[in-house]
């Protein structure tokens, strides 16, 4: 229980428990929760989707919803996306790229990456109605939180320490497999089209992670935060696309 509290305080606003300072033992055991933790937040996005639909249709709901979850999340990946938008595309030398990940400061390129995540993420949501978008707001959060264990398990890290490398270090055996299972948790809502959102994101997260540690040398913290953006907005325009059909 303890290692799913901090999952949950790690990735999102909900606080169940007082204490703040945790060992890289427990960070590490806390990995394998992180898809579990996408499903809670998906939960709540239901939640709210069906409170806000009383009142908003359209573009106003989508609005509405993706605004709450970035607050849900506190900005954690949305600050990555950032980030890592402002080194990949700054043109520098792959040691110049790493310090700028670390600037706190967001330059033009983050800014720009930011608008267009948060503008594409409402326009697709706004694209997918009934059903389908219940669907779709439980199964993106934790189908892209377990290609973000793919980011920590599969990929080198390019610093040599780092919260991120700290994950991976002190991860359980096996780690991919639990992960895997928590990640199915969103089945049991009685679709078979989470299964595809799950394996589109597994892929996603393959291919990004795979273009920055070509250019990086290997992933931070920060790139992990920017795949799981990426990951969602990709399973957010795939369904878009789809929902004329499902």
């Known amino acids: 229980m303890t290692r799913f509290l901090i999952a949950l305080q790690f990735l999102s606003r909900i606080h169940l428990a007082k204490q703040t300072v945790w060992t ?30 009383f009142a908003f249709s359209g573009l106003y709901l ?5 605004a709450a979850w970035f607050l849900l999340t506190g900005g954690l990946h949305a600050d990555g996306f950032m980030d890592t938008a402002d080194g990949l595309f700054s043109g520098r030398s792959r040691e110049r790229m790493l310090e700028i990940l670390k ?56 610093r040599e320490e780092g919260l991120g490398k700290a994950f991976a270090r002190y991860a359980p055996a096996h780690t991919l497999f639990w992960g895997f299972l928590a990640a199915l948790v969103p089945v049991l809502a009685g679709t078979w089209y ?9 892929l996603t997260s393959l291919a990004a992670n795979t273009y920055i540690t070509r250019h990086l040398g290997g992933v931070t913290g920060d790139t992990y935060g920017a795949v799981t953006e990426l990951t969602e907005l990709v399973l957010l325009g795939m369904s878009a696309s789809l929902h004329g059909i499902l």
């Open 194 to 202: 989470y299964l595809i959102l799950l394996g589109a994101a597994m």
């Open 62 to 66: 989508a609005v509405c919803i993706v």
């Open 24 to 53: 890289n033992e427990a960070f590490g055991g806390s990995l394998c929760y992180f898809p579990l933790v996408g499903t809670v937040i998906g939960a709540i996005l239901c939640l709210l989707w069906w409170f806000f639909s």
């Open 103 to 158: 600037d706190s400061r967001v330059g033009a390129n983050g800014v720009m990456a930011f608008f267009l995540l948060a503008i594409l993420k409402i326009c697709f949501l706004a694209n997918v109605n009934g059903p389908l978008a219940y669907v779709v707001l439980l199964g993106v959060p934790a189908a892209a939180r377990y290609g973000t264990l793919i980011s920590v398990l599969e990929f080198p890290y390019a």
